[in-house]
């Protein structure tokens, strides 16, 4: 089918499987969660998230055997044109289909690829990350939550922290070491396995912004098949690398070219008001948001050709630092620039989400922020990674 043909097919579906509550920016306790335990304020989500899961829109690009519409990269562009074109929300976001899927998609076998994509793409399970430990954060591969063989299982001792969404989620992707003996990156393992296997318990963490959407989880003496080992055993680091270039590459898209939100400009116009020629009266802060939407813009079609130009559609190698890097930086700017222009106004407290992205809730927002360039390595641990892997500087 020709790309236009595909366009106007799209188009058609959109128009109509797309509920129209749905084609308005998100409130975050509107977010498309999913799960054995999901709950929709609004039932238009459900709606939503079931139609494009059936049609594999949830996962454009992934094989249509896993959920997936099999679409092409060009084609996957065209859908996502067609989805701006009516502000669609996301019908489905998280770890999931960021994180987990692609790596299953390229490390798992068989059996775990038919277990594990069509649900997720159907988010009927809810996922979550364990990887970091009390002492094992950058230096993620100290960590020493311990995996030992008996018989077919694994017994798993240990903490992770950080683990965000493990109070909800189904099932942890999670690094264990399986051989204290070997060297730090190669006695590494990458296993899945069910949250309610007994011995997994979690304790919710309390953020300054109110609200604990990340925890500490402790395994004590959990029983794990060895058949849930993804690749192979001792060669985690390789699956758990190339799983934090996807994150790094979905962390580092935040606040741009998705759906539309208030821009900066809207904003400017509101709080601060307009000169007689119809300009943002403040000078310097028109010039603050000039230089805010051009970086934004250089930013999002860097990070749409180098996306394009690599072979799978997904994310590309240890370029996914820069994203991270930038697009982390460039948002936290955003929300600086959001409160400058606010200013008492900003001081709402708008809903009850630590997600939050409209005006209303910018402090949270402001406060949320903070933490985009430390979740999935800080913005430090990126430059590390560029000066050696991208620019190939010494140690
Ligand atoms: C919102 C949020 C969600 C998260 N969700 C998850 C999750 O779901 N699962 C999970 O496993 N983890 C999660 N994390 C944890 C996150 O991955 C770690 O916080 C991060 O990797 C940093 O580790 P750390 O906190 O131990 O800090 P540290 O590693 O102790 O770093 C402290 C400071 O030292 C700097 N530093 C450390 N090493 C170097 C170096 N070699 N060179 C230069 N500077 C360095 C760091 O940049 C940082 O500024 C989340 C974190 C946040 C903020």
Known sequence: MSLD?????????????????????MPQNEYPGGGRNATFKNPDTKVWLDRMAERGFTVPMWPKEYGGAGLTTQENVVF???MRRINARPAHLGMGISMIGPALLEFGNEAQKAEHLPKIARADIWWCQGYSEPNAG???????????????????????????????????????????NASKHDGISFILFD?????????????????????????????VPKSHIVHELGKGWTVGKRLLQYERTSIGGIGGGGQKVASLEELARDYVGTDDAGKIADTSLRAAILEHRMNDRSFQLTMKRSIEE??????????????????????????ELQLDMMGS???????????????????????????????????????????KRVLGLPD
């Open 310 to 335: 690599s072979q799978s559609g997904q994310a590309p190698g240890a370029v996914s630092s820069m994203f991270k890097l930038y697009g982390t930086e460039q948002n936290k700017r955003r929300y």
């Open 138 to 180: 950058s230096d993620l591969a100290s960590l020493r939550t311990s995996a030992v063989e008996d018989g077919d299982d694994f017994i798993i001792n240990g903490q992770k922290i950080w683990t965000s969404g493990a109070d909800n989620a189904d099932w942890m992707f999670c690094l264990v070491r399986t051989d204290p």
């Open 345 to 387: 106004q900003a001081l709402g407290w708008g809903s009850d989400s630590a997600f939050a992205a409209t005006e209303l809730d910018t402090t949270r927002a402001w406060l949320r922020s903070k933490a985009n360039s430390i979740e999935g390595g800080t913005s430090e641990v990126q430059l590390n990674i560029l000066a």
């Open 80 to 82: 996502g044109e067609e």
């Open 5 to 25: 043909a595909f366009r106007e097919e799209v188009r058609g579906w959109l128009e109509e499987n797309c509920p129209q509550s749905i084609r308005t920016a």
């Open 195 to 223: 949250m309610t296997t007994p011995g997994v318990s979690v304790k919710p963490i309390k953020l300054i912004s109110g609200l604990s959407p990340f925890c500490e989880t402790f395994f004590d003496n959990v029983r």
